[in-house]
């Protein structure tokens, strides 16, 4: 996972490569602003692992070269990749996330 912010325009970049359900791998791009709600998800499919590695190292080096550094991020729960257990989820509130996204 690669997580980059444009400090001066305030927008966050993060990256992953995964699989999806039938073994197909991925490049996933979520973007947005760090200040707002407002943000993007999007899956990109390769035919290989390889061919996605390399298309996740030249969009990452593009941002780079737009002014995006390399940064932590603080709220894990902002971009919901918490990891837990099925007894975890059982036990916490569950929240709505639907009211959540359209508040503003």
Not at 66 to 91: C, M, W
Request: aromatic letters at 12%; proline letters at 6%.
């Amino acid at each position: 996972m690669i997580y980059m912010i444009h400090p001066i325009k305030q927008r966050f970049y993060w990256l992953g490569l995964q699989q999806d359900l039938f073994g197909t791998w991925c490049v996933h791009k979520c973007y947005g602003g760090l200040g707002n709600k407002h943000r993007r998800s999007v899956l990109i499919p390769f035919p290989d692992k390889l061919e996605a590695s390399q298309a996740l190292a030249e969009i990452e080096y593009l941002r780079r070269q737009r002014g995006y550094v390399y940064a932590d991020i603080h709220d894990p729960d902002q971009f919901h990749l918490k990891p837990q257990t099925i007894s975890e989820v059982e036990k916490s509130p569950q929240k709505n996330l639907s009211a959540e996204l359209f508040s503003e």
